[in-house]
């Protein structure tokens, strides 16, 4: 079974300047998360998506950052425009139905990670 | 609001010395505790959930156990392999997860 796949795996670019990742769940996973991961911290969940709805948003900068999962699939999260403070990893996860009892354990990408200088 | 505390930060052992990472949290409605595994550059990889106070697991040389305010990960006579950070989660009522900042262990051979 493939994994999460994320891309691109590494990005460098000048502050104020815009960005986008890439991310394709495993087959048939309803949830979808997105996190940033600062160096030596762990994951803190910027939004969770149902299929195509969003269950949580409240950590997400909305001023500078979107997302979106059209058809319910692979996900899309922009950085617009880029801060210092967002260099970091972006991680996205996948569960089969992180709604459902028994289905919530989350597989993760490789990440994203980002140098914003 | 959820919160997860991982100690201690960092952790170095010799090979076959084995020891306990801590996991205190706490969580409105707990569905469940996760533990994952995180080598240099690559994403978490997991380990265990763990759903109820008493509740145990079991992988290689690793040993998950719960309680109603904690989380014990043991490692039995580690290898350098098992070098890594451990990381932490619960899930609570909000469907929302929240990690700790993880502990990084290291073995010496």
């Known amino acids: 079974e493939a994994g999460v796949a994320q891309s691109p795996r590494y990005k460098i670019i000048e502050k104020r300047q815009s960005v986008a990742f890439w991310c394709n769940p495993i087959?048939?996973?309803?949830?979808l998360y997105w996190y940033q991961q600062i160096l030596g911290q762990g994951p803190k969940l910027l939004i969770q998506f149902q299929n195509n709805g969003v269950v949580d948003d409240s950590q997400l900068p909305k001023d500078r950052f979107s997302a979106e999962r059209l058809k319910g699939v692979d996900s899309t999260l922009k950085i617009q425009p880029a801060k210092l403070e967002d260099s970091a990893v972006y991680l996205c996860?996948?569960?089969?139905?992180?709604?459902?009892?028994?289905?919530?354990?989350?597989?993760f990408g490789p990440g994203t990670r980002l140098l914003v200088l | 609001e959820d919160q997860v505390t991982q100690s201690p930060e960092a952790l170095r052992l010799q090979e076959g010395e084995s020891s306990s990472l801590n996991c205190s949290y706490t969580?409105?409605?707990?569905?469940?505790l996760f533990w994952y595994r995180q080598d240099p550059g690559k994403g978490p990889e997991f380990l265990f959930t763990?759903?109820?106070a008493g509740e145990e697991k079991e992988k290689e040389r690793l040993k998950a156990t719960l309680t109603k305010k904690e989380s014990f990960l043991h490692i039995t006579a580690p290898k350098p392999e098992d070098s890594a950070t451990y990381l932490c989660?619960?899930?609570?009522?909000?469907?929302?997860?929240?990690f700790g900042r993880g502990t990084s262990l290291i073995v010496h051979p």
């Open positions: 087959s048939g996973h309803a949830t």
């Open positions: 969580v409105s409605g707990l569905r469940g």
């Open positions: 989660a619960v899930e609570g009522g909000s469907y929302i997860p929240t």
């Open positions: 996860a996948s569960s089969l139905d992180g709604m459902r009892a028994g289905q919530e354990t989350q597989y």
């Open positions: 763990l759903y109820s």
